[in-house]
């Protein structure tokens, strides 16, 4: 059974910075890209970015809201999965969601999420 | 960046109505689509990738159709497990977006 498990979020002031991470389980997860995706409050699903798998050289690709401040990492190793936040703004409150994508397309899994709240 | 619009933004409905979703990119996207399915306090879960294939496990009440830049979810036989909000994905380019989703409500 896939499972993926957030965890990190919590309380944090504009400004600072937070690290998400996300164990994954049940699937070979060097064989798939991940993804990260974030729901505000009561409203829709916003896609953070993506991480290659070791094929494609761990590359990476970013939401422009996010790009220069937010970093995916993984480590196949551990099968985990890793959202550094950085300079966070009260805009980026959210469940944030890890999730494997299929065929290298699409979000077949997600986690369950992890709630970040920036606020002072 | 591919714009994702969703109609209707919510659509009232009784047990065993035929409900249909439309999404439209903002430029062609080909079959690059794909619908979820987040009911209340839930996670998302992927219904139909490729526009029109239902992933496995997922009721065939549950069909879409469409290329290019219109696309359509249906559902043909509504059930009380079916209430929740559906959204759209393109992937066809970066970044992923989605669109603003339909709430699919009791009548």
């Known amino acids: 059974e896939v499972q993926l498990v957030e965890s990190g979020g919590g309380l944090v002031q504009p400004g600072g910075s937070l690290r998400l991470s996300c164990a994954a389980s049940?699937?070979?997860?060097?064989?798939?890209?991940m993804d990260w995706v974030r729901q505000a409050p009561g409203k829709g699903l916003e896609w953070v970015g993506r991480?290659?798998?070791?094929?494609?050289?761990?590359?990476?690709e970013y939401a422009a809201s996010v790009k220069g401040r937010f970093t995916i990492s993984r480590d196949d190793s551990e099968s985990s999965l890793c959202l550094q936040m950085n300079y966070l703004k009260t805009d980026d409150t959210a469940v944030y969601y890890c999730?494997?994508?299929?065929?290298?397309?699409?979000?077949?899994?997600w986690g369950q999420g992890t709630l970040v709240t920036v606020s002072s | 960046d591919i714009q994702m619009t969703q109609s209707p933004y919510s659509v009232s409905a009784s047990v065993g109505d035929r409900v249909t979703i439309t999404c439209r990119a903002s430029?062609?996207?080909?079959?690059?689509l794909a619908w979820y399915q987040q009911k209340p306090g839930k996670v998302p879960k992927l219904l139909i990738y490729?526009?029109?294939s239902l992933k496995s496990g997922v009721p065939s009440r549950f069909s879409g159709s469409g290329s290019g830049t219109d696309f359509t979810l249906t559902i043909s036989s509504l059930q009380p497990e079916d209430f929740a909000t559906y959204y759209c994905?393109?992937?066809?380019?970066?970044?992923?977006?989605f669109g603003g989703g339909t709430k699919v409500e009791i009548k």
């Open positions: 999730a494997t994508v299929l065929s290298n397309q699409w979000l077949g899994y």
């Open positions: 049940g699937f070979i997860f060097s064989d798939h890209y």
């Open positions: 991480i290659r798998k070791k094929g494609n050289s761990y590359t990476t």
């Open positions: 430029q062609g996207i080909s079959s690059w």
């Open positions: 490729a526009a029109s």
């Open positions: 994905q393109q992937a066809s380019r970066y970044p992923v977006t």
